[in-house]
């Protein structure tokens, strides 16, 4: 298989549920990782190297300066839904699930069966809580918006104590709103 030669734009940016980075391509927002770029780094290889990516990481504010604003935004109760682009790497069935989380109405929540009846495999919950485990955007693609049937907040690759706070941002947003 050959390698995509493509640019990564990164910056760093510090919020309520700790430092994040943002990595974009030309298409898009592609991952927000937890943590600093020196964090990241080694598993943004990784991931890189999986998707056959041989790329220059370029740190660029500018490039991602409306995202970052976003971001902001959002943390501060100010903004439901984001406006950006994204360009993902998985596979199809990954990509169904992250586009039917992008459904979840922002203040919300609904259950890893629900996601998977929503996306036509019922039977599918485990391969639907993997899925969502990989979104590759958390906070854009709203994963934390997945608990157990059960209401039990359960699995966020930031932290459970990360969920509880994007949770809280949402659910206090829409108080103040109604």
């Known amino acids: 298989m050959c390698q995509i030669k493509t640019l ?14 943002i990595i974009a391509t030309e298409n898009g927002i592609c991952r927000l990782d937890f943590g600093s770029m020196e964090d ?21 504010p500018v490039y991602l300066e409306d995202a970052v604003q976003q971001l902001h935004a959002y943390f501060a109760g100010n903004l439901h839904e984001f406006s950006v682009n994204y360009d993902l790497f998985g596979t199809v069935f990954q990509k169904k699930v992250w586009n039917q989380l992008s459904t979840i109405p922002y203040g919300s929540t609904c259950s890893y069966k629900e996601v998977a009846q929503g996306i036509g495999a019922a039977k599918a ?45 949402e659910q206090n947003s829409c108080k103040k709103t109604s």
Request: charged share 15%; hydrophobic share 40%.
């Open 125 to 169: 919950v485990r391969a639907v809580g993997s899925a969502n485990n990989q979104n590759p955007v958390p906070v854009f693609i709203p994963c934390h918006r997945v608990i157990g049937s059960n209401g039990a907040l359960v699995g966020y690759g930031g932290g459970l104590d990360k969920k509880e706070i994007l949770l809280s941002i």
């Open 8 to 21: 990564l734009y990164y910056e760093e940016m510090e919020s309520v549920i700790g430092p994040l980075t």
């Open 40 to 60: 990241n780094l080694p598993s943004l290889r990784s991931w890189m190297a999986k998707h056959f990516i041989k790329g220059e990481l370029i740190h660029s």
